[in-house]
């Protein structure tokens, strides 16, 4: 099994233990241009989800912003086939300046994560805010659920939650954790 494998089957097998322990969560995977180009990439993602009894729409395979645009018809079919799965697909670093919002329409994904460099720029920079409260709202528009990255200051998640933003991830919600952390983390949250 190569290590990308790994990664994937590792984060499935540990969700799966979650969801066995009767907590509802799911689990995000990212997967480089080189891995959807794999012809055996969707192949490889049913086996972990079957290997680990993970169902599959609690995992989320994220896909860097770049990888759309590089080979575009490959990976939105790439794409597609993963989403047949059952699997939620989101697109990461989004805003970056590859991927157009008309874009979004075309492509079958429910999740945008807004990248971090928009979020820093909130308050402080009037072009980036309107341009966030923009990706937030055609998000919304189209049911596709938003996630804001990089959030570091409780003034950033004040704007974010004002725009109506649903999620948000960055150091100030949480630092990055291994499984105990987490477990320890719903633990508090019960």
């Known amino acids: 099994m190569c290590s990308s494998d790994l990664v994937l089957w590792h984060a499935c097998t540990q969700a799966a233990a979650w969801r066995a322990a009767a907590w509802d969560v799911g689990v995000s995977v990212n997967l480089s241009l080189r891995q959807l180009n ?28 770049r990888v759309l645009v590089e080979d575009a018809g490959l990976i939105t079919d790439r794409l597609a086939e993963l989403r047949e799965l059952g699997v939620r697909l989101a697109i990461d670093d989004f805003g970056t300046g590859y991927a157009s919002l008309a874009h979004l329409r075309q492509l079958p994904v429910d999740i945008i994560k807004i990248d971090p460099s928009f979020v820093a720029g909130l308050g402080g920079d009037a072009t980036v805010t309107m341009l966030t409260k923009t990706i937030v709202q055609v998000g919304r528009d189209l049911g596709i659920d938003v996630v804001a990255e990089g959030i570091e200051q409780p003034r950033q998640l004040a704007e974010l939650r004002e725009m109506g933003c649903g999620y948000g991830q960055g150091f100030l919600v949480a630092r990055p954790m291994a499984a105990p952390g987490v477990e320890a983390l719903i633990r508090t949250s019960d």
Not at 41 to 57: F, M, N, Q
């Open 38 to 65: 794999a012809p055996q990439a969707v192949s490889r993602v049913a086996a972990a989800l079957a290997e680990t009894g993970l169902p599959p729409g609690a995992l989320t395979i994220e896909v860097n912003e």
